[in-house]
């Protein structure tokens, strides 16, 4: 579990508008995906809280979970918006946008650069431990929101709860809004049809706890 460095709040309006931005980085590629991340921070806040999770928790993965898809800032146009179903060998590049958006969000710019950032903002807050846990929320999320509850998913094949808890709950509320929306690949399904889709994959794609809040 994260340990967090006080109140989660203290996040002003100014970095939590950032935020909101650099989740759209990848989306911005695509016209037809919209608020998609805004409405899956909505979504996963609303889940953590019916979980049972603290408010930390609750906020954290709100502000983070918008940035799951920012690998896809490394994914070529030609398959990112491709209008057809992809080739297994274009598979295999779409799916790297989750290692390519942990390895973003891992740079921690007190590793890559200590001196600059001293310079710009000062010591480091030590009772962090030295990790800053935005970061290592985001990352987990970035890496693992394609992973599914019986090991079948990807990139590293996790199963049941080896998968963080953050990156199950995004993994309902992404698969939700995708099926809700308009993508290139297909039209935005009516939600009858997006929870019937949905809730044949519960204990396949999906932790059922996580799917029973959801639902």
Known sequence: MFKFPGPLL???ASRLDLIWRLGRV???RDEQTGNHVVRVGSYCRVMAEALGMG???ADMICFTSPLHDIGKVGIPDDILLQPRALTPQEWDVMRRHCVIGADILRQDVWRVS????ASLVGSPDRNTGGENPFLAMASSIALTHHEWWDGSGYPQGLSGESIPLESRIVAVADVYDALH????YKPAFPE???LGIMKEKVGSH???DVYR???
Do not use: I
């Open 181 to 184: 929306s308009a993508r290139p």
């Open 26 to 28: 990848a989306e911005s």
């Open 114 to 117: 200590p001196m600059l950032a």
């Open 213 to 215: 809040v959801f639902e």
């Open 55 to 57: 408010r930390d928790f």
């Open 10 to 12: 203290a996040l002003n």
């Open 192 to 194: 009858c049809t997006v």
């Open 206 to 208: 999906f932790d059922p």
